[in-house]
C-alpha cells in the first residue's frame, strides 16, 4: 500500500466516527453530469503518409455520466470530509476502423481498446479524496483534479482525467493563495486504470522508460492588487524534468471596456534519468540523436491580452518556444493539456524553436438579447520548425504550422430544461512538417447537470 493509499484510509476511519457531525451533511453536495460526446477527425494529406499507420479518419459517440459527492466538514478545530467521483462512458458507435486506436496509443479517441483494437462497450473508474480543513488551509488525500500552471486536469472528451495523491492549499494569509501536492499515477481520459507519470518523447508502449511516479509542485498566487496577481509555481517530475513557471495577470478598465494582460514564463530543465538515458528523453531537435530526442532543455515566453467590450472579446497573442526540447509537461500519451496560450484543440504549438502568433475574438449574444449564446474563433500560425528524423538528420527546416478553431454554444438559460447546453468545435490544422498529416476535427458536445442533494 503506498503513502497516499494508507493516509487516505485513516482519513476515512477518522471521518466514519464524526459523519454525524452537524456540517458534514448539511453541507454536502452532489450533482449528476451528463455529457454526450461526438468527434470526427479526418487526417488529411497524401497517400504517401498513410504508411505512418495512423487512420484516415477516427470517429466516436459515446454517453458519460459523471456522478459527484462533494462533503461538508465536520465540526470542530479541524474538520473532515470526503468527496467522490464516479465516471461511467457509454459507447454508441465506434469501431475498430475509426476509432484511433494504433499499435503504440494507449486506446482510441475516446474508449479505451479492445486486443483486437475495438472500442469497449463501456468504462468506468471510482475515486476517493479525504479531507481535512484547519481555518483556510484544506489537505486533500485520493483522487484530484489541479488545475494550476505545473499540472492541468484534461477534460476535452467524454470523460475527464483524474490524478492520485496529495494536496494541501492554504488562503490563511490575506491576498495570498499556496499550493502544494505531489502525484504518483494519473487516470486518462479514455482510461480505466491509473497510470505511471511521463512526457512527449517517451510516452509510447513501446518505449519502456515510461515509469516516473513522483511529480512534486508548490507555489502561490499573489494578489498585489485588486486588479494584479503575480504568480509563481514550480514542478518536478523525478527522472524527467524540472520547471519554473513565472506568471503575471493584470485587468485594467480602458474606455467602456477591460483590457486582461496575461503574460506567462516557464524554465524547464532535465532532472535524474532524463539527462542521460534515452528511455527517458523528450522530444525536441537535437540533430545527430534518432528522431530528434534527448533531455529537457525549454524556457517559454508568452503574452495574450484580451480586451473586453460589449459582448466583444477582441485577442491577440505571442509566444517563443527556445531551446533543444520542445516543451514539457505531463503526458502520457492518452491526452493532456497545458497551461500555455497556445493549447488548442488539435495541438499545443511548443515545438523546440516554434514562434506562434495568434488572433481571437469571441462575442456573448446575450448583449442582443440572446442569453446563453456565444461564439468565439481563434487563429494560430506557428514557424521556424526544425525537425530530425529517425537517422539523427535534420528533415525539416523552417516549417511552420497553423490552426483554427471555432466554437459556438448555447446554454438554455431558464425554464424546464435550464442549463442544457449544446456546442459545436470545429477545428482545422495545416502544416508541411515532414511526416505529419493535416487534420480537420469536429467535436458536438450536449451536456446537463442534475443536482441531487
Sequence with gaps: MNKSTLALAVAVGVLAQQAGAAGFIEDSKA???????????????????????????????????????????????????????????????????????????????????????????NFSSLGLTAKAKISQTELKLGTLQPKLPVIVTNDGRLLPQTWQGGQITSGDIKDLTLVGGQIEAVKGRNSSNNEQLSIGGANSPTISGRDSNKFIYAGGDYKITKDLTAQYYYGNLEDFYKQHFLGLVHNWAIGPGVLKSDFRYFNSSDDGANSNTPA????????????????????????????TVAGHTFGGGYQVSNGSSDFPWLNQGDGSSNYTITDMQIQKFGRAGEKTWQARYSYDFAKVGLPGLTAGVVYLRGDNIDTVGANGRENGNGNSEWERDFTVGYVIPEGPAKNLGFMWKNATWRNDIPGQRDQDENRLIVSYSIPLL
Excluded: C, H, M
Design 280 to 307: 527517458y528523453f523528450s522530444s525536441g531537435n537535437y540533430t545527430g540523436s534518432a528522431s530528434g530526442r534527448g533531455k529537457v532543455d525549454n524556457n517559454l515566453y508568452s503574452g495574450l491580452f484580451l480586451y
Design 31 to 121: 450533482t449528476l453530469g451528463l455529457r454526450n460526446f461526438y468527434i470526427n477527425t479526418d487526417n488529411r494529406d497524401s497517400a504517401a503518409r498513410t504508411a505512418s499507420g495512423v487512420q484516415s479518419k477516427n470517429e466516436e459517440w459515446g454517453q458519460g455520466f459523471d456522478l459527484r459527492f462533494i462533503s461538508g466538514y465536520t465540526q470542530g478545530t479541524v474538520g473532515f470530509g470526503i468527496d467522490a467521483i464516479g465516471l461511467l462512458g457509454v459507447r454508441l458507435d465506434s469501431g475498430g476502423g475509426t476509432n484511433g486506436a494504433t499499435a503504440t496509443s494507449y486506446g482510441g479517441t475516446v474508449f479505451p481498446s479492445k486486443s483486437n483494437g475495438e472500442a469497449v462497450d
